[in-house]
C-alpha cells in the first residue's frame, strides 16, 4: 500500500525535519538525527562519548482495506495501517564476534525518565504538533496506540527499549489521478525539496507506473426486441 508508506516516511520529515538536518541543530526530539528508515540502530549511530544514544527507528508493519459493507462497491473501502515507532536507548555491547548496537540493559531510573521523554515527544510531533499537520494529512484518525516494554525477568533488568504502534485508519490510495496517486501527491507536494522522505516517494513514483485509461466518447442505447431499431446515440 502506497499511501502505508507514505505515512512512515511523513512521520520521518516530522520527526527529523530537513532544515534540521541541513542546519545540524534545532532537532524536536530526543534522537536528533537518529531517526531510522527501516532498520535497526548501528554502531555508527551511536555517540561513544555518552553513556547511552537516544534512537527512533520507524517500520510499516500492517496495512490493509477492507469493503466498508456486503453491498459496498470495490472503492468503497476503509483502510488502515500500523506504524511502529521503535524508540530506544542505544549503546555498544560487546560478545565473541565483535562490537554490535543493543538497547541499554539497565534498571536506571534516570535512563527510563529520558526514554519516556522521547515516546512523548513522538506523540506529541505527530498528534498535536503544527509540523505533523503533513502527517495528519494521511491520518483520517488514530484508532489506538500501544506502548510495548522489553525487559529480562531472570535478570531484573529492563531493557531501554520501548515501541509505540500507532493503529491509524487512513486515506486509501487513489488511482483515478494523473501521475503519482493520491495522498502521495500531496504529501510530495508539501514536502521540501531536499527531504530524505520526497527523494524515497520520487523513487517510489518512477517505479509505478498508472495505467492510462481511455476517455468514454460515444454512448448507444438501443431498445428491447418490441421496438426495433429504435437505436440512441450520445457523443
Known amino acids: 500500500m502506497l499511501a502505508a508508506e507514505a505515512l512512515r516516511l511523513a512521520a520521518i520529515e516530522v520527526l527529523r525535519p530537513t532544515a534540521a538536518v541541513e542546519a545540524g541543530t534545532g532537532f524536536p526530539t530526543l534522537a536528533g538525527l537518529n531517526v531510522l528508515d527501516s532498520r535497526e540502530t548501528a554502531i555508527e549511530d551511536i555517540d561513544r562519548s555518552k553513556p547511552y544514544t537516544p534512537t527512533l527507528a520507524l517500520h510499516t508493519t500492517e496495512a490493509g482495506v477492507a469493503l466498508r459493507g456486503p453491498l459496498s462497491s470495490a472503492v468503497d473501502v476503509n483502510a488502515d495501517?500500523?506504524?511502529?515507532v521503535v524508540a530506544?536507548?542505544?549503546?555498544?555491547?560487546?560478545?565473541?564476534q565483535?562490537?554490535?548496537a543493543f538497547a541499554a540493559a539497565t534498571t536506571d531510573p534516570e535512563a527510563r525518565l529520558v526514554l519516556a521523554a522521547l515516546c512523548s515527544q513522538v506523540r506529541y510531533l505527530l498528534e498535536r504538533s503544527q509540523a505533523g499537520g503533513l502527517w495528519r494529512r494521511?491520518?483520517?484518525r488514530i484508532v489506538n496506540i500501544e506502548y510495548q516494554t522489553f525487559a529480562a525477568p531472570d535478570l531484573g533488568v529492563r531493557i531501554q527499549r520501548t515501541t509505540m504502534r500507532f493503529h491509524c485508519a487512513i486515506r486509501d490510495d487513489d488511482f483515478e489521478v494523473a501521475g503519482l496517486p493520491e495522498p502521495l501527491a500531496s504529501v510530495y507536494a508539501q514536502l521540501p525539496a531536499q527531504s530524505y522522505a520526497k527523494a524515497k516517494l520520487a523513487a517510489l513514483a518512477s517505479h509505478f507506473a498508472p495505467d492510462a485509461l481511455p476517455s468514454l466518447d460515444r454512448?448507444?442505447?438501443?431498445?428491447?426486441?418490441?421496438q426495433p431499431g429504435a437505436r440512441v446515440d450520445f457523443t
Open 98 to 100: 565483535g562490537e554490535f
Open 81 to 84: 495501517a500500523v506504524l511502529d
Open 219 to 226: 454512448i448507444t442505447i438501443e431498445a428491447g426486441p418490441s
Open 88 to 96: 530506544e536507548l542505544a549503546v555498544i555491547e560487546h560478545d565473541a
Open 138 to 140: 494521511l491520518v483520517q
